[in-house]
């Protein structure tokens, strides 16, 4: 009896124990301060990954990828923050290729859904003030969202599109669906699509087309008549 009781002493000890190790956590759908951060510190560590449909690409080493990142989330915070004094470019490693002049995109999501998306078909800036500058767009100056708020944060997704040279094409037949990104151009009237975005959508090229033509402002089937088209590849940096 003595023994039985000095076992359920022990197991009951245990219990306590590990009970006291376990982290507490909010109620479901409450994330804490504490959570925001492990899952902030855990993006950071995270290797920024590269891909890409065709065969271009602008070779920049995983330090150069990982600086761009770092510009385009430290610009997010920032953003969030008011923007209080400039930016600190000087605290990030910015080689030659990081200054070549180069068209990006700053994609922002929560949960696969698109929170923002602004970017450049120009190559009008250097790489990475590229990036900054449309990080700064996407989350604060894209018309159809509001600006991101703190609260957002640690749910966001970061994709940084970088864009290869356009090029015209004479017949959409060039068109290579998931490899090139899509101009179009009929009068006053324009829209792009990144090389994603039919792929994620999993439209064929001419449901890609009818998308574009009503971006554009006009009816499904505009494209097919007095239009004309560019295209280009891109690199999609994310972790």
């Not at 409450?30 to 560590?45: I, N």
């Not at 920049?60 to 610009?75: G, M, N, P, R």
Request: net charge neutral; hydrophobic share 45%; glycine share 8%.
């Amino acid at each position: 009896m003595r023994r039985s009781a000095n076992i359920l002493g022990i197991i009951v000890a245990t219990f306590a124990a590990t009970a006291l190790s376990v982290p507490v956590l909010e109620q479901p759908g409450k994330e804490g301060e504490l959570m925001q951060g492990f899952k902030e510190a855990l993006k950071k560590e995270a290797k920024v990954k590269e891909s890409r449909g065709g065969e271009w690409s602008p070779h920049l080493t995983d330090k150069e990828k990982e600086v761009l990142f770092a510009i385009a989330t430290d610009t997010l915070n920032w953003c969030v923050a008011g923007r209080k004094g400039a930016f600190d470019r000087g605290a990030y490693v910015l080689t030659d290729k990081l200054k070549i002049p180069m068209a990006t995109f700053v994609t922002l999501k929560i949960g696969g859904r698109l929170r923002g998306c602004i970017g450049s078909l120009a190559p009008a800036a250097p790489l990475y003030e590229s990036v900054h500058d449309n990080a700064v767009n996407a989350s604060l100056n894209d018309y159809r969202f509001r600006p991101v708020r703190a609260e957002e944060l640690a749910k966001i997704d970061v994709h940084i599109s970088i864009l290869s040279p356009i090029v015209d094409i004479a017949s959409i037949d060039e068109f290579k669906l998931g490899e090139h990104g899509i101009i179009l151009r009929k009068g006053m009237n324009r829209a792009v699509y990144l090389p994603e975005v039919a792929v994620e959508q999993k439209w064929t090229v001419e449901q890609t087309l009818s998308s574009l033509s009503q971006k554009a402002g006009m009816s499904a089937d505009a494209w097919r008549e007095g239009a004309s088209f560019q295209v280009f590849s891109s690199v999609v940096l994310e972790k």
